[in-house]
């Protein structure tokens, strides 16, 4: 998994030339603790910047993103999807704010940008002409397309959002901007060995004496948390800016530890706060525009945590006809039932007493004039329900089928691509009221069409055996034709497991973990690989300690363990080995070097020589696996990019590397460069021969990408995933630990502790 960064937030909020410490709008949050499937590790940051003749407070700025932040941690699903979710419902929040008050002529339009920080990967949407620029010792990027965000939010019913990822480096800045200052762009295009963050910010101030806001991110080696810096102490609460132009909330009224509000000023505030508590309607606005002054000074509302603050309002719609007749059919059944009740209530008065019969009780009289009631009001519920659901369904699957119709005859991918999302985004809404065959059928051609664009193929994986227990933790598989070798990194064991007709069982006779064998003590067991099937041990796997001792596993045998011979500089951290495709060499990672061991019928007596000579790619501590095919290494980093080196065999040329490789990506809508940018990879393998393919595992997303190895690069293929039911059944959400691939390409991933199996791969 890639490692994970601290950001630490400083913002830019200058106002008629006076800067404030802190900047309306922005919010940086750290998981809550009870967090929706697949959010629980999604640290986030929210800079929304409104503008419009209907100024905002500092308290209603920042009800607007805790409500937004809330409404993500609630949101189950992939990434990006709850995203959207909480990118919609602010802008149908705006759209119809606007709509009802269009006859006072108050308007209020946003630009959004939303990041979420996983692991050293930060994940941004932007809805509006909003600027990003990646800010590293090697360059600049900038991240800004406007055919994508659109004009911002509040337009209309339609969501622009277009989502980048960047992979981060300790020492990255990133700098987020509502508004580019013009003095701003070059300088930062040709940004080149990073200054500190205060002195970049002093930088940036000295360029323009324009109004200015912005966000300027420093990344660090840390845990994945967040956290929002003041340039000086706040003297008093920001002023409503002008008409014109309204920034956002203050970072003091953000639900972070250590953090204080503001002290509330009593000043004209919008009604937004009461709006959104649902205190008041928007079609009062004129009566209250046309209020005395004295009368419009409210108190702010005291911030509320996201935790406990009231979701967004729902989406106010006009009500399609169908829905009003249900409603009207239900009111008259109401009115219906009101008056039956009444009837019975006089038949039983005027016929009991010519009855022989003693009077009834109270206490009877009571119960029927408690029960009738409760009885039919029960069944005008169901009608109501049966009936709302139906209509709620048919408005977000004709909104699901209207943007499916909009992808038609497209020929941008980018629009494509957001037509198919926006489908899959309103059936997902439909079907929490019903799930009808249109709608599944609907589904499918949408996600085929995504799958089309991104080369997704989806393969039937099946599961095989039950969970492996909460105590074992895979961290890497080895397939053979019979069954599997899974490495539980818990107790640095072994796991065998054969194939049957039953699926998975475990072998309870094999051994291959820590323990003294033929008089040499081998510690936990940090990786595995297979051996040839011809070797002088006669052994099926080959296992290794962090101290660099080899452990020969065979299925029915007792382990024999042998020590490998150290460099003449000894080793600094062991942390994994392979072995080329024949077995014959071994290439052993140690923490700032890759030593080959020259290996016979999977014996490795000799010295190791060093793989690089003159050459030496960056930061080999960050690399977390690598690979072989003939004379070429391949170093899998943190970050996800790759560094290709080849042995040079003659004194004359020594080893060269290309460090980074490219990652060709021909995929619309995408680039190459040196990451995948919506993967960051955790293993690799090779195929089998003659498959001469590189795969790739992306833990997040389940994915299994194949890439064609070139000459300086490495062009994708595509990639491999489990279809929709299974992923939203068994994956949900939960991470792949492990993959491997078997000699007839049978493929098998690990997720959730336990072992998925799709056959061969096409």
């Known amino acids: 998994m890639p490692a994970e960064l601290d950001l630490q937030l400083l913002p830019f ?10 900047l309306p709008g922005l919010l940086a949050m750290n998981p809550p603790r009870r967090a929706a499937r697949g959010r629980e590790n999604d640290a986030i940051l929210i800079y929304l910047s409104l503008a419009g003749n209907a100024p905002f407070t500092s308290a209603e700025y920042a009800q607007i993103v805790a409500q937004l932040a809330e409404r993500f941690y609630q949101t189950a699903g992939a990434l990006t999807s709850a995203m959207r979710f909480v990118i919609e419902a602010l802008n149908q929040f705006l759209t119809d704010r606007n709509r009802k ?4 002529s108050q308007q209020a339009t946003g630009r959004l940008i939303f990041g979420v920080l996983r692991g050293a990967q930060l994940t941004l949407a932007q809805s509006g002409p909003t600027h990003v620029f990646h800010l590293t010792p090697s360059g600049s990027e900038h991240i800004h397309e406007e055919t994508l965000s659109g004009r911002g939010l509040g337009h209309g019913p339609a969501t622009p959002v277009y989502f980048s990822q960047v992979a981060l480096q300790p020492g990255d800045q990133v700098l987020l901007c509502a508004e580019l200052p013009a003095a701003w762009q070059a300088s930062l295009e040709a940004e080149r060995g990073l200054a500190g963050l205060e002195a970049m910010r002093r930088k940036l101030l000295s360029l323009t004496e324009e109004d200015l806001n912005a966000v300027l991110v420093q990344t660090q080696a840390g845990r994945g948390r967040m956290e929002i810096l003041q340039a000086m102490k706040p003297a008093v609460e920001i002023p409503v800016p002008s ?14 530890a250590g953090s204080s509000s503001l002290p509330p000023a009593e000043r004209p505030a919008s009604r937004f706060t009461r709006l959104m508590g649902g205190e008041e309607d928007a079609s009062a606005g004129s009566a209250n525009a046309a209020a005395p002054a004295a009368q419009q000074i409210a108190r702010p509302r005291p911030f509320v945590s996201p935790r406990r603050v009231s979701p967004l309002p729902e989406i106010e719609r006009p009500l399609p006809e169908r829905r009003r007749q249900v409603y009207g059919g239900l009111a008259r059944f109401l009115r219906s039932v ?31 004039a408690v029960v009738v009631p409760l009885v039919l009001v029960v ?25 499916a119709v909009g992808a038609i005859g497209q020929t941008d991918p980018a629009v494509v691509r957001h037509a198919w999302e926006s489908c899959l985004y309103y059936l997902d809404r439909a079907e929490t009221y019903l799930i009808t065959q249109e709608s599944r059928e609907l589904r499918r051609i949408a996600q085929s069409a995504l799958d089309g664009l991104d080369g997704i193929v989806r393969l039937e994986f099946q599961q095989v055996g039950g969970s492996l227990g909460d105590e074992v933790r895979v961290t890497r598989m080895v ?3 019979e069954g599997l070798f899974l490495l539980n990194a818990g107790r640095g064991s ?3 497991a054969l194939m049957t007709d039953q699926g998975l069982q475990l072998d309870p006779f094999f051994k291959c973990e820590a323990g003294i064998y033929n008089g040499l003590q081998v510690g936990p067991l940090i990786d595995i690989a297979a051996l040839p099937g011809i070797n002088t041990r006669n052994a099926d796997l080959l296992g290794m300690d962090g101290s660099g001792n080899l452990l020969y596993c065979a299925v029915g045998a007792e382990p024999v363990a042998v020590a490998l011979a150290a460099p003449s500089v000894g080793w600094t951290g062991v942390r994994n080995f392979t072995l080329d495709l024949d077995g014959r060499n071994l290439y052993l990672l140690d923490q700032n070097a890759v030593w080959v061991y020259a290996g016979t019928m999977g014996e490795f007596t000799e010295l190791p020589i060093s793989f690089f000579s003159e050459q030496v790619p960056h930061d080999m501590s960050q690399v ?58 955790s293993q690799m393998v090779f195929g089998s021969a003659p498959d001469p393919s590189l795969y790739l595992l992306e833990p997040l997303t389940q994915a299994v990408y194949r890439f064609t190895p070139h000459a300086g690069s490495l062009t994708l293929q595509g990639q491999f995933r489990a279809a929709p039911a299974v992923v939203q059944a068994h994956f949900r959400g939960q991470p792949a630990t492990a993959m491997a691939l078997s000699p007839n390409r049978a493929l098998f991933l690990c997720v959730g502790n336990r072992i998925y199996y799709a056959g061969a791969l096409p």
Not at 101 to 104: C, I, K, P
Not at 243 to 256: G, H, L, N, Y
Request: some cysteine; charged content about 20%.
């Open 379 to 403: 069944a005008a519920s169901t009608v109501y329900i049966r009936h709302g659901k139906s209509s709620q369904y048919e408005e977000n699957y004709q909104l699901a089928v209207q943007a």
């Open 101 to 104: 008050l269009s006859g006072v």
């Open 338 to 368: 009101r008056t039956l009740n009444e009837r019975i209530a006089g038949a039983l008065n005027r016929a009991l007493p010519r009855q022989d019969a003693p009077p009834l009780s109270h206490t009877f009289l009571a119960f029927v």
């Open 13 to 22: 909020n200058r106002v008629k030339g006076q800067e404030w410490p802190q």
């Open 624 to 681: 977390i696996d690598l690979a072989v095919s003939g004379d070429d290494l391949y170093l899998l980093f943190q970050d996800g990019h790759m560094t290709a080196c080849t042995l040079s065999r003659l004194s004359v040329a020594p080893t060269r590397c290309i460090d980074p490789l490219t990652y060709e990506d021909n995929r619309p809508g995408h680039s190459s460069g040196f990451v995948i940018t919506d993967a960051v990879f």
């Open 479 to 481: 397939a053979t034709e």
């Open 494 to 496: 072994v796991i065998h």
């Open 243 to 256: 008409p014109e132009r309204v920034p956002a909330a203050s970072d003091a009224e953000r639900p972070q």
